[in-house]
T-cell receptor
Framework: EAGVVQSPRYKIIEKKQPVAFWCNPISGHNTLYWYLQNLGQGPELLIRYENEEAVDDSQLPKDRFSAERLKGVDSTLKIQPAELGDSAVYLC????????????FGPGTRLTVL | AQSVAQPEDQVNVAEGNPLTVKCTYSVSGNPYLFWYVQYPNRGLQFLLKYITGDNLVKGSYGFEAEFNKSQTSFHLKKPSALVSDSALYFCAVRDYTGGFKTIFGAGTRLFVKA
């Protein structure tokens, strides 16, 4: 079974530039998550999708961050414009239905904003 | 509000010795508890979970964890540590009062010395 796929793995941009991350979840997983992980910390939820619907985006900085999950499969997370403080690892995860189910994580995208 | 505490930034243990990585939590309702492991430059990988039932749960790679409701703890254990167990370990909690949002601890780095 293929795991969660993320691209790119690494991205270096200058501040004020836009950037986008892509995630393809495990086939059949209806729940998709985007997390931000700073160095030395645990993942923090940015947004959670149930199929196409964003059911929890309370932690997403909506002035510069946006996300979409068209057709309820793969997803894109965008930052525009990027700031120095956005440098972090962006993790995508997916899970099948059920609140007790574990999440499967992709390898992450390491973003460096110069 | 939900919270998770991992009181140790790092745990050092000799190969062959038992290991314990501590986790305490705070939730309003009944918790769903998880342990994940993260190897360098990789996403988090699920180890085990407690949803209900037996307080001692067994997971991947010989790990186990004990749910203790009175002490609000969910410590990760392994009877005999391997050098290959060296990694970053995250405890996570989820409950219905938090909208089933998963909250991760800050992580504990396990170092197993040969």
């Amino acid at each position: 079974e293929a795991g969660v796929v993320q691209s790119p793995r690494y991205k270096i941009i200058e501040k004020k530039q836009p950037v986008a991350f892509w995630c393809n979840p495990i086939s059949g997983h209806n729940t998709l998550y985007w997390y931000l992980q700073n160095l030395g910390q645990g993942p923090e939820l940015l947004i959670r999708y149930e199929n196409e619907e964003a059911v929890d985006d309370s932690q997403l900085p909506k002035d510069r961050f946006s996300a979409e999950r068209l057709k309820g499969v793969d997803s894109t997370l965008k930052i525009q414009p990027a700031e120095l403080g956005d440098s972090a690892v962006y993790l995508c995860a997916s899970s099948s239905g059920g609140s007790g189910n574990e999440q499967f994580f992709g390898p992450g995208t390491r973003l460096t904003v110069l | 509000a939900q919270s998770v505490a991992q009181p140790e930034d790092q745990v050092n243990v000799a190969e062959g010795n038992p290991l314990t990585v501590k986790c305490t939590y705070s939730v309003s309702g009944n918790p769903y508890l998880f342990w994940y492991v993260q190897y360098p430059n990789r996403g988090l990988q699920f180890l085990l979970k407690y949803i209900t039932g037996d307080n001692l749960v067994k997971g991947s790679y010989g790990f186990e964890a004990e749910f203790n409701k009175s002490q609000t703890s969910f410590h990760l254990k392994k009877p005999s540590a391997l050098v290959s167990d060296s990694a970053l370990y995250f405890c996570a909690v989820r409950d219905y009062t938090g909208g089933f949002k998963t909250i991760f601890g800050a992580g504990t780095r396990l170092f197993v010395k040969a």
